[in-house]
Nanobody, 115 residues
Framework: QVQLKESGGGFVQAGGSLSLACEASGSSDFLNVMGWYRQAPEKQREMVAF???????NYTDGAKGRFTISRDNAQNTVYLQMNSLEPEDTAVYYC?????????WGQGTQVTVSS
């Protein structure tokens, strides 16, 4: 059973930056995908970015150019650096880990961007 521990998030003014981290434990799968989804109030959960073990990254259009996802395979940790934040980025951000047909979720961390 994979467990995900998220850290980071918080409150920032528009134009500011925040970083998120998510550490996976209990995993023995070298090949996996880790990343982030987010869910704003009254909206569906949406993908933000993900990255493979090999370092291939993918971003939603709104994150391109502003967010950077990275990972440390030795630490089983994925990071999300968020710059130029906008009020529309306000949401609960969920870390996920996918491998072998199984998907695991973190508990979520709040990101609030004020205008």
């Amino acid at each position: 059973q994979v467990q995900l521990k998220e850290s980071g998030g918080g409150f920032v003014q528009a134009g500011g930056s925040l970083s998120l981290a998510c550490e996976a434990s209990g995993s023995s799968d070298f090949l996996n995908v880790m990343g982030w989804y987010r869910q704003a109030p009254e909206k569906q959960r949406e993908m933000v970015a993900f990255i493979t073990t090999g370092g291939r990254a993918n971003y939603t259009d709104g994150a391109k150019g502003r967010f950077t996802i990275s990972r440390d395979n030795a630490q089983n940790t994925v990071y999300l650096q968020m710059n130029s934040l906008e009020p529309e980025d306000t949401a609960v951000y969920y870390c996920f880990y996918y491998s072998g047909g199984n998907n695991y979720w973190g508990q979520g961390t709040q990101v609030t961007v004020s205008s």
